[in-house]
């Protein structure tokens, strides 16, 4: 794949990162256009860098030098690039040459100052800024979690011209986040998304422990992968109860409902919180043996109740096929991750990669249809496997493995596969602070191909397409 190309022109600056000039930048987007899954694009007033994710799961970080303000875009040849360049020119106010689309992403014509993360913001006149076009539906009548604006053309009953907006969700947390200490930040990191309690904070923990060089005890890594398994038990429940409720299958979720406050209620018991939230932490806590009862107890009380949901699903399947359907191809090019991804045929999965991955375990049944009936069976194949993962963590809990120091270069790159896919986060230290951070949520690629696959539906099955996609915008509107 990228093998000559970017090594051979490019200067290395970190584990996964190469830096190339203009022209090399544009030589390598147009020569591996079709060789290689762009992640996530970002760029700031010094650097525009893409993600990429190379042959055998290998990422790579390409950065070029942002000029006068400018930078070539990457759209042009990777479209899932957009939202990103749109997002860097609201908030640093560089400019993408050649971008698909230049229209705001985040400023919704409200704010005070004009590119507020770059060094010369400007005030906004009296008059305020630009405001976005006025959405059909609305950010607060979206029925998903967060803010989510729906805008489209009415043709014979079926939406066309979707667009999406996420402007009515920005926070600004970019902004908070840089010049903290890790340990400053972690709070605001671990509430990003209520789609992440586990797998923001876990991606940026992994993402400092490569910049600094440090392994984790194994007893606290197996804790952590045990927690990502917990997160995506309860999300996965989550969407499968969204979904039956926006089907009309009340029955269907009120059981799941039921089963994720059990298991909630586990939670609570074995000393976790309900929703997991600050149970990822900097610092390697105590009581990691108390993982090894919260696993039996899980599994002991998810089993029967699962198979109990899996077979009142089988009954409202005809209300799930053929709803929302994401082609195998658009999944592969926008890099869809997590259960919608492998329901649509890409079945990558970033926890093969993970350091104390039980492959044994793995290999929750992988679909191709792509459609809401696709997802609901994946989610299900994927609280199965997550429950054969508990089971066979309890018996070789903390198991040492070989572990290769590298270099200490206060940069890294982190990723957690978290329930709706992978999370990456990108830092770079100096002097203890966060100079640089970049987040990647699952949600920025479905976002990019969300229109395209609201288009052709009735408005009144908007609820239910957002709740079987699980979508939550809060992690993109950064």
């Not at 400053?184 to 422990?209: K, T, W």
Request: glycine residues 10%; hydrophobic residues 40%; aromatic residues 6%.
């Amino acid at each position: 794949m990228m093998n000559g190309p970017a090594l051979s022109e490019g200067e290395r600056v970190g584990l996964f990162h190469y830096r190339v000039t203009a022209e090399g930048w544009q030589r390598l987007l147009q020569q591996n256009a079709r060789m290689m899954t762009l992640l996530a694009f970002w760029a700031d007033g010094d650097w525009a860098t893409a993600l990429f994710l190379l042959e055998g799961e290998q990422p790579l970080l390409l950065s070029t030098a942002v000029e006068q303000g400018h930078y070539q875009a990457v759209s042009p040849y990777f479209p899932a690039a957009q939202w990103g360049e749109r997002i860097a020119r609201d908030l640093w106010g560089v400019e993408a040459w050649s971008a698909l689309d230049d229209s705001p992403a985040v400023d919704d014509g409200s704010w005070s100052l004009t590119a507020p993360l770059s060094a010369t913001p400007l005030p906004v006149g009296d008059g305020g800024g630009q405001p976005l076009p006025r959405c059909r539906i609305e950010a607060s009548r979206t029925p998903v979690p967060g803010l989510l604006g729906i805008d489209y053309v009415l043709s014979d009953g079926v939406m066309q011209q979707v667009e999406v907006q996420i402007a009515a969700g920005h926070r600004g947390v970019l902004s908070r986040l840089i010049g903290l200490t890790p340990q400053e930040a972690m709070p605001l990191v671990a509430r990003i998304s209520a789609s992440g309690f586990v797998s923001h904070p876990l991606a940026f923990v992994r993402a400092l422990e490569q910049a600094g060089s440090r392994r984790i005890d194994p007893r606290e890594r197996d804790r952590r992968l045990l927690l990502l398994e917990a997160e995506r038990i309860g999300l996965h429940l989550f969407d499968l109860a969204q979904t039956a409720h926006q089907a009309g299958a009340g029955l269907l979720a009120s059981l799941c409902d039921h089963a994720r406050e059990y298991f909630a209620d586990l939670c609570m018991e074995h000393g976790l919180s309900r929703r997991l939230t600050d149970s990822i932490r900097l610092e390697e806590p105590s009581g990691v043996e108390a993982m090894i009862p919260f696993t039996q107890a899980v599994c002991q009380a998810m089993a029967p109740r699962l198979e109990q949901i899996r077979q009142l699903t089988r009954l409202f399947d005809g209300r799930l096929k053929a709803v929302a359907p994401v082609p195998t191809e658009m999944a592969w090019d926008y890099a869809l991750g997590g259960a919608a991804g492998r329901a649509s045929g890409r079945y990558l999965d970033m926890r093969y990669m993970d350091e104390g991955v039980r492959p044994q375990a793995m290999g929750g049944a992988g679909r191709h249809e792509g459609d809401a009936w696709a997802r609901n069976r994946q989610r299900l194949a994927e609280i199965e496997e997550s429950l054969r993962i508990f089971d066979r963590m309890t018996t070789d809990y903390g198991q040492e493995n070989e572990w290769q120091p590298l270099p200490r270069t206060d940069e890294g790159l982190g990723v957690a596969e978290g329930a709706r896919g992978d999370v990456w986060y990108h830092v770079v230290l100096e002097e203890g602070r966060l100079a640089r951070i970049q987040i990647r949520d699952p949600m920025l690629p479905l976002l990019a191909v969300l229109g395209a696959v609201l288009e052709g539906h009735e408005p009144e099955q908007l609820g239910l397409v957002l709740a079987s996609l699980g979508v939550s915008p809060a992690g993109v509107a950064l």
